[in-house]
């Protein structure tokens, strides 16, 4: 009875599909939303902006992006990091070719670059489905990898082949580059995620989500009341690569800094991002960010647990770590294949009756 | 004889569809031989015939599925060029499939919903921005779907997955989606398959009032005879791909060819 929807009457469509029919959930967002644009920035230092919020949030972006593709439209990926890659490459060309490039201009045009990148490498999917798409896209990552390692005139003829971030203002405070500080780098990062939550929210829940979520429940019958199969999944492919293109030029610029390619995007993070959507849920905007959370955060809580808490060695605790970690997947994916998103519903669920039997 | 009114008062206007001598193979297999026909505005058209007729074929050439290697269909009184499913769609033709082909992962809601693609027009930066056309249009859409919900009687099941309905419903929800694209010609393929009595009696009523109400032409493809002879205004036959007869009810009930394709007659 805690989580109440008795008496909660909708009385006009418009209120009967707003994001959170239910009042108990709308305060909550927006209190969680108040936390985190007025407490959090205040408080931020430069360890839990580094270790926490800015990856999570970095990786959250990359997350809604492939469950927009996989979840959304079923066309399964591999080279999401190859995509990040040509946003981060993209952001760095621009900066370094337009000085006076607005920053978040520059974030905007980096995820256009990507997605016609990703456009291109989604034409397979017109043919092929599943796993051997998987494997097509496993193509685009290790190309993209190679290509900016071998062609000097993306890294502009760097002697160690790295790239790293110039830096930037915005009305005179730094926003990228070793100056930057934490909590500039936490406020970046969340207006950017927020802003395009809303809008992967606002995409999956009108015309165009359903069109991709029939080409992923049933083919043949979206074709058959009119959805065009063709420009369904390029459609998924080319927003999903906008998502990932800008979250790669913010794991760059905002993030790392300094990067080389096939350390900082390579096909560990491909899988990285593909466990946060499965282990989030598929299909759900709340489970990109869930997901996201649970694989940026466990890590550092189990560190903090096992070297700060119990005061065992470093490297042992690093391996067991991976243990802990890999036992946790396995774990949840047994409870609920459905991932994070649909376990929050099902609590959900059961508190509307809570404490009732029925 | 240009349009006539039927004795329960519904008038049946100028051919819709015309297929002519359409030619389906598959390798060596003739699926369809050389079959032509018609279909009246207005009309409840059955196709009949033992299994493996070619009865769903004809149904995918007509909506696009499968191309003819031989013959033309003419729509709305033009010949239609070789055209893929979804832009057949466009023209006006919805269909429900034998095994039903709902979309699993959503709600009743957004089934139908799906249903309206074809009318829906606001942009990809509209639907990202939601405030404002993409917003009133979702809403119109939406009254829309209602009014079909109301009428086919599944309010209760709005907001269920597809996928937790029982068949009898889910037939019906799948019908719901192809109304829910405004059809000028409606293709059902088999839609009291494995159905009760009464859940078929729900149908026939639902088949009924579609065309009276909204004025569908429908196509229909169904086992139970005593559907089709009460429902339908004309019947095409198939057997073994060709046509065998073409007629009001009647007219078939008494066709010696018809009867002995559903008696069994060996064929030499």
Same mark, same amino acid.
């Given at each position: ?46 360890y ?77 999917s017109?043919?092929?489905?599943g796993f ?30 790295q ?72 459609s ?27 350390e ?9 991002? @593909?466990?946060? +959507?499965?282990? $989030? *849920? /598929? =299909?759900?905007?709340?489970g990109?960010? %869930?997901?996201?959370? &649970?694989? #940026?955060?466990?890590?550092?809580? @189990?560190?903090? +647990?096992?070297? $700060? *808490? /119990? =005061?065992w060695?470093?490297?042992?605790? %690093?391996?067991?770590? &991976?243990? #802990? ?13 459905? =991932?994070?998103?649909r ?16 | ?7 329960d ?23 369809i ?62 269909r ?14 957004d ?18 921005i ?5 917003e ?50 409606l ?30 032409t ?51």
């Amino acid at each position: 009875m805690y989580y109440r929807e008795a008496g909660d009457f909708k009385t006009s469509y418009r209120a009967d599909q707003q994001n959170f029919p239910i009042r108990f959930d709308r305060i909550h967002f927006w209190v969680m939303m108040a936390l985190a644009f007025g407490v959090v920035p205040f408080f931020i230092n430069d360890y839990w902006a580094n270790a926490v919020f800015v990856p999570f949030l970095i990786f959250a972006i990359a997350t809604l992006g492939l469950n927009l593709l996989t979840g959304y439209c079923g066309q399964v990926s591999l080279g999401s990091a190859g995509f990040m890659a040509v946003g981060a490459y993209a952001s760095y060309k621009l900066m370094t070719s337009f000085p006076e490039l607005n920053f978040f201009v520059v974030i905007l045009l980096s995820g256009g670059i990507t997605a016609l990148v990703g456009t291109a490498f989604g034409l397979p999917s017109l043919r092929i489905k599943g796993f051997y798409l998987a494997v097509a896209t496993l193509a685009a990552q290790f190309f993209l990898v190679w290509l900016f390692n071998k062609v000097p005139w993306f890294y502009n003829n760097s002697a160690s082949g790295q790239i790293s971030v110039p830096r930037r203002e915005m009305f005179g405070i730094p926003i990228t580059g070793p100056e930057t500080a934490a909590s500039t780098k936490y406020l970046v990062c969340l207006v950017i995620v927020f802003v395009l939550g809303f809008v992967a929210r606002n995409l999956t829940r009108g015309r165009i989500g359903r069109s991709w979520m029939a080409i992923r429940d049933m083919d043949f019958a979206a074709e058959i009341i009119g959805v065009d199969p063709l420009r369904a999944k390029l459609s998924a492919f080319a927003i999903s690569s906008f998502y990932i293109g800008i979250a790669g030029a913010l794991f760059f610029s905002v993030y790392l800094g300094a990067v080389e390619v096939g350390e900082a995007f390579g096909i560990n993070n491909s899988f990285l991002i @593909l466990f946060m +959507v499965i282990i $989030g *849920g /598929l =299909g759900s905007i709340y489970g990109s960010f %869930a997901g996201a959370a &649970f694989l #940026i955060l466990m890590p550092v809580l @189990l560190k903090n +647990v096992l070297v $700060g *808490g /119990l =005061g065992w060695p470093s490297d042992l605790a %690093a391996h067991l770590e &991976f243990m #802990i970690m890999g036992a946790l997947i396995i774990i949840f994916l047994i409870v609920e294949p459905h =991932g994070l998103a649909r376990l929050w519903a099902v609590t959900k669920q059961k508190l509307r009756l809570w404490p009732f039997p029925y | 004889m240009s349009s006539y009114v039927t004795p329960d008062g519904r008038t049946i206007g100028d051919v819709l569809l015309e297929v002519k001598n359409i030619t389906l193979r598959f390798g060596g297999v003739e699926a369809i031989k050389n079959i032509s026909f018609d279909v009246r505005e207005g009309e409840i058209r059955a196709i009949i015939g033992p299994n493996g007729a070619g009865k769903s074929s004809m149904l995918n050439v007509i909506n696009g599925f499968y191309h003819p290697q031989e013959g033309e269909i003419w729509f709305h009184g033009k010949k239609r060029r070789a055209m893929k499913p979804s832009q057949i769609a466009r023209q006006g033709i919805a269909r429900t499939f034998q095994n039903i082909a709902l979309f699993k992962g959503m709600n009743t809601l957004d089934n139908i919903m799906t249903g309206c693609f074809t009318h829906m027009h606001t942009s990809l930066i509209e639907q990202a921005i939601w405030w404002g056309r993409a917003e009133r249009e979702e809403y119109r859409y939406r009254e829309k779907v209602e009014h079909i919900i109301d009428f086919l009687e599944i309010q209760a099941i709005r907001k269920t997955p597809v996928g937790a309905l029982p068949y009898g419903l889910q037939k019906r929800v799948e019908l719901a989606r192809a109304l829910a694209a405004e059809p000028k010609l409606l293709l059902l393929d088999e839609p009291m398959a494995g159905m009760n009595v009464e859940e078929k009696e729900d149908m026939c009523r639902f088949v009924l009032d579609v065309n009276a109400e909204f004025g569908t032409t429908i196509v229909l493809i169904e086992h139970d005879m005593g559907v089709v002879m009460d429902i339908s205004d004309r019947v095409v036959v198939l057997d073994y791909g060709r046509k065998i007869g073409d007629g009001v009810p009647d007219e078939v009930r008494s066709n010696q060819e018809v009867i002995d394709a559903y008696l069994g007659v060996p064929h030499d």
